[in-house]
Structure formats: structure tokens, C-alpha cells
């Protein structure tokens, strides 16, 4: 007898399960993305195209599509290269390494952490590929996505409109201190979950999930700062609904990753 193949798409328990909660914050990320594609309502052919890409690769990884990890990690960078090649936009090439940073680990994080058996890893390699791939996405977040780190040492902000337009959000001191603070935070937050979840060292109570809280946190404090800073555009509920989802990423996968496995982990 043959081996079975595996089904095209499975459905998904939709509750409020910590699991659940997860594949609907990574399910989020990418129809956020597909959002922001046609937001000014004026989309372009590469617009739509971006729209299909997005909704399509979010879909997938919801359904369980097999090889959509790597296809959709692969696939939305490659896809932004030979766009920008054609188009003659050589920054294109920086977005794609970035989004190849930010996508790889939304896509794999969630099955890293549930041990999903199609990986084909034992679960130390697993847990141990998964802590890397938490701290490659903590930081780009904090750093890069958010604008905390120009937020904390500058106090302002430069940023581009769907319409190419430069626009600058300047902080007053309270503001920049509280920057300052998040940014803290953050980093207190990384380091936590390195030295529990990486380094499998014991630091007082902590665990995993309490550095990746102390990260969401700081993305929290981030939005705030975007969405009352002097300058700062209007309407900004998709960039707060994305921030939600990068919290949820953020806080359930370690919650689940690292609490399952503790019986196993830690021992006796």
C-alpha cells in the first residue's frame, strides 16, 4: 500500500483557545497587509496583485496548505524582487529582504510552536530554531516596524504616506521618555526570553511568555506614540490591528512553545 497523501486544506478549530488565538493573529498580519494594498482606494495593477498575494498567503497558512510555510516565506520576497527589477525600483530589494525577515518567522513561528508533525523535527531542534526566529521577529519589531528605537533616541520619527508623501512625527520630552521606557522594556523583554527559552537558563520566576509580554508591551507603547505624536496621520486602525496581531504572535506563541513542553523540558 502507498503512503497517504496528504489533504489540500484542513479547517481549523476557531475558539478561544490559546492555539486558536494564535493562527488567527497570524491569519490577521497578512489580511492587514492585504488591506493596506488597496487602502487609498486608487490600486494599481501591482496593488491587486499584492492584495491576491497577501489574502492567498494568509489563507493558505490558516488551512494548513501543504509547503505554504515555505512557499509564502519564499514566494511574497521573490515575487517583490522580480516586481521591483521590472519596475526599475531598486529600494524594492531592501523591502523584500525585510519582508523575508518579518514573513519567515510569522509563517513558521505558530507550527513551532503547536509541534506541528509536518516540520519533521525532534523537539529540542524545534524549540531551538523557534527561540532564534522569536528574537529575529521581537527585534525587526521593535527596532524597524515600530519605530521605537528612532522614537527613544531621537524623538522623532520620518515616515512615507500611501502616496509617497514624507511625513514626520516629532515627540514632546514626556513623550520621548516614555519612548525611552518602552524601548526598556523591550529589550528587557528579549533578553528575558533569551536567557529562559534559548540558553535554558532560570532567571527568579520568569519564563518564555513573560518576555514575549514585556515586548508586546513595548509595541503597545509604540502605537500609542504613532497615534498621538505631533504629525502623526489620521486614520491608523489598520496599523492598531496589526500591532494586536504582532502582540498575540508575540505573547502566545512562547506561552505555548515553552509551557507545553515544560513537563519535558525541565525535568525532574
Known amino acids: 500500500m502507498g503512503m497517504e497523501e496528504p489533504p489540500m486544506y484542513k479547517i481549523p478549530t476557531i475558539d478561544l483557545s490559546v492555539k486558536s488565538l494564535l493562527m488567527l493573529s497570524q491569519l490577521g498580519v497578512f489580511a492587514v497587509f492585504a488591506y493596506w494594498s488597496v487602502e487609498d482606494g486608487a490600486g494599481d495593477n501591482f496593488d491587486y496583485l499584492f492584495l491576491v498575494m497577501m489574502a492567498g498567503a494568509g489563507l ?10 515555505m512557499g509564502v516565506s519564499l514566494g511574497i520576497p521573490a515575487f517583490m524582487v522580480v516586481m521591483g527589477l521590472a519596475m526599475g525600483e531598486d529600494e524594492m530589494m531592501f523591502w523584500a529582504v525585510f519582508m523575508l525577515l518579518m514573513i519567515g518567522p510569522i509563517a513558521y513561528m505558530p507550527a513551532m510552536a503547536t509541534g506541528d508533525p509536518t516540520l519533521g523535527l525532534d523537539d529540542e531542534t524545534r524549540l531551538q530554531r523557534l527561540g532564534i526566529l522569536w528574537i529575529v ?43 525611552q521606557g518602552g524601548l526598556a522594556v523591550g529589550v528587557i523583554g528579549v533578553l528575558v526570553f533569551l536567557l529562559t527559552a534559548v540558553m535554558g537558563q532560570e532567571v527568579g520566576p520568569m519564563r518564555p511568555w513573560h518576555g514575549g509580554v514585556m ?16 504629525g502623526a496621520t489620521g486614520e491608523q486602525a489598520g496599523d ?20 507545553g513542553s515544560s513537563d519535558s523540558s525541565g525535568g525532574e
Open 60 to 69: 493558505a497558512l490558516f488551512l494548513s496548505v501543504p509547503h505554504s510555510r
Open 137 to 179: 521577529f521581537a527585534l525587526l519589531m521593535l527596532v524597524m516596524m515600530s519605530g521605537l528605537a528612532s522614537f527613544a533616541t531621537e524623538g522623532e520619527l520620518t515616515e512615507t504616506n500611501n502616496d509617497g508623501d514624507e511625513f514626520t512625527m516629532v515627540l514632546d520630552s514626556n513623550q520621548q521618555t516614555i519612548a
Open 215 to 230: 515586548a508586546a508591551v513595548a509595541l503597545l507603547i509604540a502605537q500609542y506614540l504613532w497615534m498621538t505624536a505631533e
Open 240 to 259: 492598531l490591528f496589526m500591532i494586536i496581531c504582532f502582540v498575540g504572535i508575540l505573547t502566545l506563541t512562547p506561552c505555548i512553545a515553552y509551557e
